[in-house]
């Protein structure tokens, strides 16, 4: 079976977890992780000794991160250059000569304000990184599957950017996140990039059959404040909520992704949605299942299982499908992996590289720490870790993945040319390598995932 065959492909984009937080300690052989003996670390707030990265232990607070560490591109720039809040402007280091060395990341969330927070928190617990046994589901997926370990954020900033470049391979020259740009986005769509599924549309009728694509949502789906799709947000085939029976923006209660699982309508590309934090503009349907903190990851554990045991009850949907579990940014938390420079391209590279007060501006030139990718099928070996093709066991610092490989990825499984959207996805690694020529058996495959959790 060739890659092209593959006739599925979901994505299901969580929160705000680096690759080192989740998959540090995992003991896959060739992981590029914290059990090689590296002088990993970050500079303590006060002292000279680094702080260590330090295994879980499966109390709650494991869990439950509070406050929410910092993940602007102020923070990570201070995060990779170990630099102080004075010393980075507009997410670039006023020293042109600094370098980056990722051990920033206590001291940076030494600035967190811990309101709301309950007990106690040190800002060495942003070195804090998962114990395979404390994250069972994850870690099924990575010793049955692969696991992609470097896979890096688009841009080294919060949730909403590396959101829209997983769809347009752009942000259009936005890297913040702040609050007045949200709402602008919620209420006039300003985002007015083509995206991955204005492609799709485009092979719909005569090749994918149509719908060819779908946004599965928990809540006001953030892929609706895409311009070139908004429209279609009251349409059942293209905008659907994951939970059984919710109406949101459809016109009647809908059965749900594992009931249409169950029923094998998936359209050709899925992209699914966590439930967000309860802030968001409309109420929430479940409890924050996103792992953005302070959310419990174990409830993310939870809709990774459901995701998994919906496409992989249905044989003949398994048999062709490759599901994508990644995250849309590190959130904060300590990764020791300095992320690749890429080149400065059109539509975000600025007009200038300077601000009109002299500042320097973020080039769009440096990814964003790695967050974990796994890649999920019977078409791919078992216990992989993938760095990137034609690597095999070593690491190329010039191979990598972004979010612009889901693109470009998407693209190249069409089956026939498809226009890339920018500079970025034309360039980007895809994943197809990993496709191979024999399917796995049934019993080579876990049949479901979750029970830890009461998943059944």
């Not at 895409?226 to 994951?242: G, N, V």
């Not at 870790?385 to 191979?399: L, N, Y």
């Amino acid at each position: 079976m060739a890659a092209s065959d593959i006739e599925h492909v979901v994505v299901l984009m969580m929160e705000n977890r680096s690759f080192d937080h989740v998959f540090g300690y995992l003991d896959l052989p060739n992981i590029d992780g914290l059990r090689g003996g590296g002088d990993y670390g970050s500079t303590p707030v006060s002292g000279t000794a680094l702080v260590r990265p330090r295994p879980t232990t499966g109390i709650d607070d494991d869990y439950v991160t509070c406050p929410d560490p910092g993940h602007e591109m102020q923070d990570t720039t201070q995060q990779i250059f170990d630099l102080g809040p004075a010393q980075v402007c507009n997410g670039v280091p006023l020293d042109p000569t600094a370098k980056p060395t990722m051990r920033g990341f206590v001291r940076s969330y030494a600035q967190q304000k811990p309101n709301g927070c309950r007990g106690n928190w040190q800002p060495e617990d942003i070195m804090r990184c998962f114990l395979p046994q404390h994250v069972p589901v994850l870690t099924a997926l990575a010793r049955n599957y692969v696991l992609v370990d470097r896979w890096f954020c688009a841009i080294p900033g919060p949730t909403w950017p590396n959101r829209f470049w997983s769809h347009a391979a752009t942000a259009m020259g936005h890297g913040e996140m702040s609050d007045a740009y949200i709402r602008q986005c919620l209420l006039d769509s300003p985002f007015t990039a083509q995206t991955i599924f204005n492609r799709l549309d485009a092979h719909a009728d005569d090749w994918l059959g149509s719908p060819a694509w779908r946004v599965y949502y928990h809540q006001t789906p953030q892929a609706s404040t895409l311009q070139s799709i908004a429209e279609r947000l009251h349409d059942p085939d293209y905008f659907r909520p994951f939970e059984a029976n919710e109406k949101f923006w459809s016109d009647a209660p809908l059965d749900g992704f594992e009931a249409d699982c169950g029923n094998g309508d998936l359209p050709y590309y899925t992209f699914i949605e966590p439930q967000f934090d309860s802030f968001a503009p409309l109420r929430a349907v479940t409890t924050d299942n996103s792992m953005h903190p302070p959310a419990d990851v174990r409830d993310g554990e939870r809709l990774i299982a459901r995701v998994y045991n919906a496409i992989r009850g249905n044989a003949d949907l398994w048999a062709k499908t490759v599901l994508v579990v990644t995250y849309d940014e590190h959130g904060g938390f300590y990764d020791h992996v300095v992320p690749p420079r890429v080149p400065s391209q059109k539509p975000d590279a600025p007009a200038s590289p300077r601000d009109a007060n002299g500042q320097p501006l973020f080039l769009f030139d440096r990814l964003g720490p790695r967050v974990p990718t796994l890649i999920v099928s019977p078409w791919v070996k078992k216990g992989v870790i993938d760095h990137g093709p034609g690597t095999g066991a070593h690491i190329d610092p010039a191979i990598h993945y972004d979010h612009s490989s889901i693109v470009a990825t998407v693209r190249e499984l069409v089956g026939r040319p498809v226009d890339p959207l920018t500079e970025r996805d034309e360039i980007a690694t895809t994943f197809t390598h990993l496709f191979g020529d024999s399917k796995r058996g049934d019993g080579d495959c876990p049949d479901k995932l979750g029970s830890e959790w009461g998943v059944e």
